[in-house]
């Protein structure tokens, strides 16, 4: 009160960006507290409100606390202030929210379970032990909203009343819960309950128990995550993880695996300094990282790496004090190629003939998510999968992209929604081609757009007329802009970074249609947003079978050599060639001869499936793009050596490679070397192209994207290299290289064309 004199000023704030459901109104309450501010704070769809009144000396140093001590989870993109009239104010006040405009602001992606939260679990009375424990800095977020703004009633939550004691902590400013939407404790929030071979068990402890015995007798069991079901069983178990990689069915990748803390993770893998902190990180995902000391032997299927995790939920930590195992294999609960499952009824019937075993809990998840997998790449994060703790955080453009969807491409699908300049990305949505999966591709879309209250005016799609995400664009009766697959790799690493120039763009990829109707994945461009030149390109081979050619790597190696040798290649004993059959190899011949479904490809994915198989390293693939990471994962380390290669006018011919790795493979050299050399050789070819392109059109900015650039390898010394002669080099970080990039690409091509045309 005594503040109230004629030196006090009112101010108008608005704040943009992450700043609801990560405590960004306690955190602005303690802070006008703290800087003696009288007024009023307000959530709104388009932001935080704050009207603020004190000394000019006490709102400066308000409004940089705002900045500097903002909540760890919170991001401020945007703050404008107003003077306002001085209206004498008492006190500061939480104002209920409102529905003011059709504006949005960010949904937060899910916090793993802070460290205040953990310590709460062993001393605050009504939440020992209580496995929904959260407040203002951690907890389900995403996947458990249905609508805007983000309060109770308009998440999975409103089901469950809070009891008193919430009640009193929910609206207690200086409490951690203040208006921690799913505040809850034993007495009123959600819980856990485990079926076990048909008998339901709802005691925790006793859940906890059984599933400690069943991870001891190594079993499976099916548990409740936070974007989706888990399936768990005990990483150090040889027979379990068998099992349950044969119950999988086709799907013969990596497990992702789970340990108990730091320690136990650093005894398995080894971490470095920017490693650690993503791992642990709030976002908590999948990091790729080295293999120290052997889990079983099916986790990594014969790779050097652990795709490895932290516990991220409140049950997480309980199950690792319950068991002795220091690591879980964590896969996703489907089957293949379906969509991680959400829901409790369908859970126990697509899973049962993985496990009789699962522990489930009564909230329902609203919007499905998969972990997501990052790799460390020159110290900086790299996305591979964007899903749990990354969606949706929008990614910030120059562009008016507003009304515009990316309807993404086919087989590792995301989609793309324009809302004023930011584009928001979905969850990895997977491959299209599975019914559920096209049916969760449609349901998100949904939500996306009632969520950030889109108008859709534009769909942009893939120029592959089969892709069903191109179909499904088309069913829509909106305006359809296609985009060239590769034309949107490099469109949504340059979005990324903000670049709107011309660019020297190589993608570098498994699959996408051309402009001439070829499948296209090693293209060299000059580019911009508007349009692409196609400079150089790796040389057509053709592609046996067409797709197909993709599951039998041996298929490309026999078309490159053939291709460059003719049938001479068949008289010289090739070791991968032992392995099949005669009769398959000549049908692979006729069917070139003649042309039978041997569409041209310039695909590098295609390239290094052909490798793979000519050494004799990968010749069938048993999941998406085993044949290259094979390949990658022989490389011996510092080796200089490379393969010739020619550039002439148009396109790189790929002949003295083959020529090379013949020879080698012929006096003996060892695969490892074969590997090293021919991805320094790729690397040879990134930067003759770049370097050449630069000398003729004098740009030096270079783009790296495309599926391809997954390879930690190529990444890492294609950079390093690039930027050793000067470049200007722009690769993937926030946004997936491979396909479930292609949509903020797509986004972005068709804005472009729509201010163009106005
Ligand atoms: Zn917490
Ligand atoms: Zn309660
Ligand atoms: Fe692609």
Known sequence: MQNHNNNIISHRIHITGLVQGVGFRPFVYRMAVKHHIHGSVENRNDGVHILAEGTGHHLENFLQSLHLEAPPASEITGMEVHDAETQNLEGFHIVKSSNSSEEITRVSPDIATCEECIMDMKRQDHRINYPFINCTNCGPRFTIIQDLPYDRGMTTMAPFEMCPQCRAEYENIRDRRFHAQPVACKHCGPTYSMIDDGHKITNLYEILHVFAQKIREGSIVAIK???GFHLACDARKENAVRILRECKQRDGKPFAVMFRDLTALEEYVHVNEAERRIITSWRRPIVILKTKKELAPDVSVGFPTVGAMLPYMPMHHLIFESIHAPALVMTSGNISDEPIVIDNELARQHLKDITRNFITYNREIHNRTDDSVAMIVNGRERLLRRSRGYVPDPVETNLNVDGIMGAGAELVNCFCLGKGKQAILSQHIGDLKNIETLEFYEESVELFKRLFRTNLQIVACDLHPDYLSTKWAEQQGLEIVKVQHHHAHIASCMAEHGLDEKVIGIAMDGVGLGDDENIWGGEFFVCDYENYQRIYHLDYVPQPGGDA??????????????HYFGNSFRDKNLPFLETIDDIKVNLVLRAIDKKLNCPLTSSTGRLFDAVSAL?????????????????????????????????????????????????????????????????????????????????????????????????????????TKLK????????????????????????????KRRTICA
């Open 615 to 719: 050494t004799n390293t990968c010749t069938e693939s048993t999941f998406h793009a085993e044949a290259p990471m094979r390949m990658e994962s022989k490389i011996m380390e510092k080796v200089e050596e490379s393969y010739e290669f020619d550039l002439p006018e148009d396109y790189i011919s790929l002949k003295s490679i083959f020529k090379g790795i013949t020879e080698d493979i012929l006096s003996g050299t060892g695969k490892d070397v074969i590997a090293a050399k021919f991805h320094n050789t790729v690397i040879n070819i990134i930067l003759a192209a770049s370097l050449k392109i630069r000398g003729e059109q004098r740009i030096n900015k270079v783009v790296l994207s495309g599926g391809t650039f997954q390879n930690r390898y190529l990444l890492e010394n294609a950079e």
């Open 225 to 227: 995550g936070m974007g």
């Open 724 to 751: 050793e002669e000067g470049f200007d080099v722009y690769t993937h970080e926030r946004v997936p290289s491979n396909d479930g990039g292609i949509a903020l690409g797509q986004l972005m091509i068709a804005a």
């Open 549 to 562: 050619a993709t599951r039998y790597p041996w298929q490309m190696a026999v078309s490159y050599l053939y």
